[in-house]
Nanobody, 124 residues
Framework: QVQLEESGGGVVQAGDSLRLSCAASGRTFSAAVMGWFRQAPGKEREFVAAISKSTGSTMYTDSVKGRFAISRDNAKNTVYLQMNSLNPDDTAVYYC?????????????????WGQGTQVTVSS
């Protein structure tokens, strides 16, 4: 089992930055890919970004390209999501997720481990 715990959410104004962290524990060696997803009120959960633990390769959804950056610190078993130029459309609960198989993907069903989520609210 892999346990994931997100932190770093909060209330910010449009244009501000925020960095989310996701600390993994348990069988962390089995988590090959880490991802960030988000769910806004009344909407389905959507993919934001993913990173390969071994290669550092990354993948982003189009709406965050150039604004968000995912990174990892394997020594700390932690994944980060740096979010810049935030806008109200980024308001959501952000979830960290892990998948054991190789290969970057934004498909929710491929991720078997999930954190509890952290709220990000961007005011205009």
């Amino acid at each position: 089992q892999v346990q994931l715990e997100e932190s770093g959410g909060g209330v910010v104004q449009a244009g501000d930055s925020l960095r989310l962290s996701c600390a993994a524990s348990g069988r962390t060696f089995s988590a090959a890919v880490m991802g960030w997803f988000r769910q806004a009120p009344g909407k389905e959960r959507e993919f934001v970004a993913a990173i390969s633990k071994s290669t550092g390769s990354t993948m982003y959804t189009d709406s965050v390209k150039g604004r968000f950056a995912i990174s990892r610190d394997n020594a700390k078993n932690t994944v980060y999501l740096q979010m810049n130029s935030l806008n109200p459309d980024d308001t959501a609960v952000y979830y960290c997720a892990a998948k054991t198989s190789l290969g970057l993907t934004g498909r929710i069903s491929w991720y078997g481990y999930w954190g509890q989520g952290t709220q990000v609210t961007v005011s205009s």
